[in-house]
């Protein structure tokens, strides 16, 4: 009895009602759903399991990090970034931008606040989202009852920890990219980045600035471009010949470009993908590698190259061709997963791999007031796309069903039911 007594203390549960859509996350893809629906008089709420908005940038970035496309490519609606900052905004100035945009469209989520299942009631037509909210030492669940509900936890919201043999044998330190801030701390030391894309390519770098020995692991073939071509972006200029050309011309006038100005990188270890950059960003959502100042380093030898891990060592890794590298410490540069599968439950409009079934540009709306955003593979240009249509959509219906007045504030209420 004492038991079941410590367990109906454990949580103080209680239900709230919804007055317009529940967005989910508070990163920038909830900010910009939320920023248009304050445009168009929609109150909403929003919740965040963290205590901060855009937590992956807050939280989980290095200090050198920089946006990799010029700022007019990832400005949220509404909204431009500031005239006077840089073509490429560093990590303090975007967190800055955000900040800025959730205060000037009046976006207060809610923090702390842990999702822990989401599922239509088809009974009452209504989602029933049930949540943790507040501290861990004293946990209140609350279910969030709602019309609407956007899904905006991103394409990044779960670290991805590839399982490798040995790992555990391994006496150096491992982390995540999402922990490494900067190179510091490895001075002097061999360090082991296991990834190439634009987060393990920077960090090599960073790391040769610390006066480390960085080796990055190569295993699967990426497209590198050159981040500018004579003084212009290449992504302004990809932009700007696709509206005239197909996307596969486009593609082989810029791998041409990126091997007379970068070289032959095959000799270096780094193969490129047979499908173009394009076309491969398009279909599976990889993206290109935009060189800083890396391949510079990789040609005079600071940064090794090596291919694929085939198992860890006490003190560092047997590869796939044979060889054996020893490391001080080890940085996972390999990417993110989506979290939806883990607690939106009983729909199908998500795929086993938390993305839409249905690709780009018509991803951003499912079945039953369901919606989702940031998962276009797009970056926050997409997700900026999805935040206006599906602002659009709810205003749309929501003027039709309320007809209130446009400047109505966001509020819930308490359900009479207490369980």
Same mark, same amino acid.
């Given at each position: 009895?004492?038991h079941?007594s410590d367990?109906e ?6 239900s709230k009602?919804?007055?317009?859509p529940?967005?989910?996350g508070a990163?920038?893809?909830g900010l ?7 445009d ?6 929003i ?7 855009a937590?992956?940038w807050?939280?989980r970035?290095y ?14 609606p ?5 005239s ?7 990590k ?6 955000? *900040?800025s945009?959730?205060k000037h469209?009046?976006?207060n ?13 088809d ?13 861990k030492?004293?946990?209140?669940e609350?279910e ?10 991103? *394409?990044?919201a779960e670290?991805?920890?590839p ?12 982390i995540h990219?999402a ?14 980045v296991?990834?190439?894309g634009n987060?393990?390519m920077?960090l090599?770098?960073d790391?040769?600035?610390h006066?480390?020995?960085?080796t990055?692991?190569v295993?699967?073939?990426?497209h590198?471009?050159p981040?500018e071509i004579?003084?212009?972006s ?5 932009v ?6 197909p ?5 082989k006038?810029?791998v ?5 100005m970068?070289g032959?990188?095959?000799?270096y270890?780094i193969?490129r ?6 076309e ?10 935009l060189?800083?100042g890396?391949l510079g380093?990789?040609?005079?030898g600071e940064?090794?190259?090596v291919?694929?891990?085939?198992r ?10 044979g060889?054996?590298?020893d490391?001080d ?8 997963r ?13 795929a086993?791999?938390?993305f839409p079934k ?6 951003w709306?499912?079945k ?5 955003v940031?998962f276009t ?5 997409g997700?900026?796309h ?12 929501w003027?039709? *069903?309320?007809?209130?007045d446009k ?8 359900c009479?039911?207490e369980?």
């Amino acid at each position: 009895m004492a038991h079941l007594s410590d367990m109906e203390h454990l949580f103080k549960r209680r239900s709230k009602w919804v007055n317009g859509p529940l967005i989910i996350g508070a990163g920038p893809s909830g900010l910009a759903v939320a920023a248009c629906l304050r445009d168009h008089g929609v109150p909403f709420v929003i919740l965040e399991r963290t205590d901060c908005i855009a937590s992956l940038w807050q939280k989980r970035t290095y200090d050198r990090l920089k946006l990799h496309l010029p700022k007019q490519f990832c400005q949220l609606p509404k909204m431009p970034f500031p005239s006077y900052f840089p073509e490429y905004p560093t990590k303090s100035q975007f967190i800055h931008y955000m *900040e800025s945009y959730a205060k000037h469209f009046d976006i207060n989520p809610q923090f702390n606040v842990t999702v822990q299942c989401a599922k239509y009631d088809d009974t009452c037509g209504m989602w029933r989202v049930r949540a943790i909210n507040g501290d861990k030492k004293k946990p209140v669940e609350v279910e969030y009852i709602c019309q609407w509900l956007v899904v905006a936890t991103g *394409e990044n919201a779960e670290c991805f920890v590839p399982e490798t043999e040995g790992m555990k044998e391994y006496k150096g330190s491992v982390i995540h990219a999402a922990e490494y801030k900067s190179g510091e701390v490895y001075q002097g030391k061999q360090v082991l980045v296991v990834g190439c894309g634009n987060s393990g390519m920077e960090l090599c770098l960073d790391l040769c600035h610390h006066n480390a020995y960085p080796t990055m692991v190569v295993r699967d073939s990426v497209h590198v471009l050159p981040r500018e071509i004579l003084g212009i972006s290449t992504f302004s200029i990809s932009v700007a010949m696709m509206r005239w050309l197909p996307i596969q011309v486009v593609d082989k006038i810029l791998v041409s470009l990126a091997r007379v100005m970068l070289g032959d990188l095959e000799r270096y270890g780094i193969k490129r993908p047979k499908m173009g950059p394009l076309e491969l960003k398009g279909r599976e959502g990889k993206t290109p590698v935009l060189d800083i100042g890396t391949l510079g380093k990789i040609k005079t030898g600071e940064i090794k190259v090596v291919p694929g891990i085939q198992r860890f060592t006490h003190r560092g890794v047997h590869l796939v061709d044979g060889r054996v590298v020893d490391a001080d410490a080890v940085i996972l540069a390999t990417g993110y997963r989506s979290n939806v599968p883990s607690w939106l439950k009983g729909n199908d409009f998500f795929a086993k791999d938390g993305f839409p079934k249905v690709p780009f540009p018509n991803g951003w709306k499912g079945k039953c007031g369901l919606y989702a955003v940031g998962f276009t593979k797009r970056g926050l240009a997409g997700a900026s796309h999805d935040a206006v249509c599906i602002a659009q959509d709810i205003s749309r219906i929501w003027r039709q *069903e309320t007809k209130q007045d446009k400047h109505t504030k966001a509020c819930h209420r308490r359900c009479i039911s207490e369980t």
